[in-house]
């Protein structure tokens, strides 16, 4: 079988570039390991920056974001010293993040490409990619039953996740830059209702607490935790206990308790490879980058990626200009960095904790003051509110 291009991995960057790429008439199809239910369902990310909603518009795939999509803008500190909150729609930039789950997005896309006509194989697991230093690669796959098989493209583009078969195929010499920041996080879905108003990030001598809006009746909750902590091994009253604590509920006002439907472990880590095409594979989304969930970047990321692959590969195969495939990874890892850099940012401004020996107090000391600069200085709170929000 064969395709232009052959998309591995149906997920926001996967998506995004299939429809851009139908819509133009390039003759692609979509590979995909898991089933459509299991797609769909597989709650993860769910705040989209003003560059993500702008890229959807455009592209005619904003439909789900515009019904579904709630307006968020402010979030609030709680600290040693007490809170503050920043309404950061009104700073910097002035714009807001848009809150609609991932899995929605996902499902949107997903329909609005199988109704115009593309092709999604299910189930269907990409092995490897092989030949992409040559003009005719092809992507060696196995369908649910294990059986192998083959698509031969003109172009691959990886949008398969950090553990996909791109991600595997690369050359020798290809350089991934990794960091793991050593702080995990207990990720949370509570069926409840958010208990504020905003984004609420506490930073508590027992280490970190967030939380996130995500519907009327589901929010996200963060616990950070030790690395080797089982997701089971906290009791629902022990989680809540915990987070009432963190986030100073008895000065602050309660949490909404509810059922936890959802829970996982994940260590915060970053990575970047580096260049993102090797001759006719390129990657995206994940594949080409993991940002730690500390500043949401993730699948916004995924979106802009998608969408500049997309236009590189249309220019390519329909009007046989080449710029924007040789300007691809150039211009995505610009992007990239800078996520990279505010998330890390993020995640010292939230997690240091004081660990004994000078080196931890003295890192310690830093931390209360990038705070406190964040409380009380305009230029500090527009800097934020731009990166916050911006790509
Ligand atoms: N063959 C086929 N499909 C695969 C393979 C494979 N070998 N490996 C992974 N996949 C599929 C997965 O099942 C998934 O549907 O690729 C898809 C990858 O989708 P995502 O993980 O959502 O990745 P991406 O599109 O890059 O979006 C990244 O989503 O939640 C965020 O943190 C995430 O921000 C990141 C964004």
């Known amino acids: 079988e064969s395709a232009d ?5 149906a997920g926001p960057a996967g998506l995004v570039l299939g429809n851009i790429l139908l819509r133009h008439g390039v003759d692609c199809v979509v590979l995909e390991r898991a089933d459509r239910e299991g797609v769909e369902n597989r709650a993860r990310a769910g705040f989209l920056v003003p560059n993500t909603v702008r890229i959807l518009e455009r592209n005619g795939l904003d439909g789900g974001v515009r019904r579904g999509g709630r307006e968020h803008g402010v979030c609030e500190f709680r600290t040693e010293t007490g809170r503050f909150r920043l309404d950061y729609r009104r700073l910097g930039t002035g714009e807001p993040h848009t809150v ?22 299910f189930g269907t697991e990409a092995a490897a990619v092989a030949d992409a230093d040559g003009p005719a690669p092809s992507v060696t796959v196995r369908d649910a039953d294990g059986r192998p098989g083959r698509w031969r493209a003109r172009y691959v583009a990886a949008c398969d996740g950090r553990h ?11 350089v991934r830059h990794h960091r793991d920041h050593g702080v995990s996080w207990l990720g949370l ?17 027992r280490g970190f607490a967030g939380h996130m809006a995500r519907s009327a009746d589901i929010t996200r909750y963060y616990l950070q935790c030790d690395r080797d902590t089982p997701a089971d091994a906290w009791s629902e009253d022990l989680i809540w206990d915990e987070l009432d604590l963190r986030m100073r509920a008895s000065a602050y006002g309660p949490l ?14 970053s990575d970047v490879l580096e260049p993102l095409r090797h001759g006719s594979l390129f990657l995206a989304g994940d594949a080409a980058a993991l940002l730690s969930p500390s500043a949401a970047k993730g699948a916004n990321l995924a979106v802009l990626e998608a969408e500049l692959l997309a236009r590189a590969l249309v220019d390519a195969l329909v009007h046989g200009d080449p710029e924007g495939i040789d300007r691809y990874s150039e211009r995505c890892l610009a992007h990239i960095w800078r996520a990279q850099e505010f998330s890390h940012w993020m995640i010292r401004l939230l997690h240091e904790r004081a660990d004994p020996g000078d080196a931890g107090l003295f890192r310690e000391r830093l931390r209360h003051v990038r705070l406190a600069s964040l409380r009380d200085s305009a230029s500090r709170q527009d800097w934020f509110a731009e990166q916050y929000v911006g790509i």
């Not at 996909?164 to 290809?174: V, Y």
């Open 5 to 9: 291009v052959v998309i591995i991995g």
């Open 100 to 121: 609609y789950p991932q899995h929605e997005l996902v499902a949107d896309l997903m329909a609005r490409f199988l109704d115009g006509g593309g092709t999604i194989r």
């Open 189 to 205: 879905l509570a069926e409840a209702p958010p208990s504020l108003d905003a984004v609420g990030y506490a930073v508590h001598p």
């Open 164 to 174: 996909g078969a791109g991600r595997r195929s690369l050359p020798p010499g290809t």
């Open 256 to 269: 909404v308790r509810g059922r936890i439907v959802q829970r996982s472990v994940v260590a915060l880590e």
